[in-house]
């Protein structure tokens, strides 16, 4: 798809970003189970029209960088019984990342 | 007339599809339908193929892409780097509505899909997915404690092998490329392919040699 304006990207791979964890309301991608959680950029997926403007007939531009966020499965769950190697890979849009420590 | 005749007519009975009143996408759907035709922008015949096309998109499609992969080395690096692209190669048109990745198990790591959000699922190449990918029970669960899920599905990995959950949350669809199992050396592209099964490609198991 070709895009006619995209925002700046600001991460790249292997930064420590976190997940803001502010409220939404209406069609939002981002769960609300990584909200506020920690992870590292483990891939930059390109940029893409943003959901959250399009899901109501908005054109959803400037597209927005998409990052597949790296969680550690014992720090998104307290009780996670896992070895500390398991992880989930999630994709989340730039305006709900802010870089971490 | 109905001497021998002793089953039951109201349990039989199955409903027509189009009972009740049209939901408002339906009708939606009916008026875009028409209104497409009537200003000769596609035509009933165009609309009915497309439909046809993904209605009989099968795993079988994703298994030969995974055949491909394991015998030519050259093949899987274009896979993982450009699925879209690897894809065309084959003929495999995934249309515009998302893009596709594929991320490939190893004796290290060890993918799932899952879709928390709703039930995003790789359809172009892998046909419409199964009941249980859309339920409640596997979205939630495939992120909170996915070595149970796998275990249900009669897949228990090794402590040093990580699992790496995927939620397909955006614009991205991912197709797992399983590995290869053992005892397969000089078998036919064609005989992989039979080896390979929709749930191997969800990531939900692996494939052992038959």
């Given at each position: 798809m070709k895009l006619e304006t995209a925002a700046p990207m600001r991460f790249k791979v292997g930064d420590h970003v976190r997940i803001d964890d502010r409220s939404s309301l209406g069609h939002c991608r981002t769960p609300s189970f990584?909200?506020?959680?920690?992870?590292?950029?483990?891939?930059?997926?390109?940029?893409?029209?943003?959901?959250?403007?399009?899901?109501?007939?908005?054109?959803?531009?400037?597209?927005?960088?998409?990052?597949?966020?790296?969680?550690?499965?014992?720090?998104?769950?307290?009780?996670?019984?896992?070895?500390?190697?398991?992880?989930?890979d999630i994709d989340i849009y730039q305006p709900w990342l802010e870089p971490a420590e | 007339m109905h001497d021998g005749h002793d089953h039951d007519h109201d349990r039989t009975f199955q409903p027509d599809h189009d009972r009740g009143p049209a939901t408002p996408y339906e009708v939606l759907e009916r008026a875009l339908h028409t209104l497409f035709i009537e200003k000769g922008i596609l035509s009933a015949e165009e609309i009915s193929r497309r439909i046809d096309e993904f209605d009989t998109r099968t795993p079988a499609l994703g298994a030969k892409v995974v055949a491909r992969a394991w015998v030519d080395p050259?093949?899987?690096?274009?896979?993982?780097?450009?699925?879209?692209?690897?894809?065309?190669?084959?003929?495999?048109?995934?249309?515009?509505?998302?893009?596709?990745?594929?991320?490939?198990?190893?004796?290290?790591v060890h993918n799932v899909i899952v879709c928390t959000l709703c039930s995003c699922y790789p359809k172009g190449l892998l046909g419409f997915p199964p009941a249980w990918y859309k339920s409640l029970a596997y979205r939630s669960r495939t992120v909170r404690d996915p070595r149970a899920v796998l275990a249900e599905f009669g897949t228990v990995l090794a402590d040093n092998v990580e699992v790496r959950v995927h939620d397909s949350t955006a614009d991205l669809r991912y197709i797992v490329l399983p590995m290869r199992p053992e005892g397969t050396d000089g078998m036919s592209e064609d005989a992989l392919a039979s080896l390979v099964t929709r749930d191997s490609m969800i990531g939900t198991t692996v494939l052992k040699a038959e």
């Open positions: 990584v909200r506020g959680k920690t992870g590292v950029v483990a891939e930059v997926l390109g940029a893409f029209r943003y959901p959250e403007k399009l899901a109501y007939h908005r054109p959803g531009l400037p597209a927005q960088p998409l990052y597949t966020v790296r969680l550690r499965q014992n720090e998104l769950w307290e009780d996670y019984a896992g070895p500390a190697s398991d992880h989930l | 050259g093949y899987k690096a274009r896979l993982l780097a450009d699925t879209r692209a690897a894809l065309d190669e084959l003929g495999i048109d995934i249309g515009e509505i998302a893009e596709f990745k594929t991320v490939e198990n190893t004796p290290e």
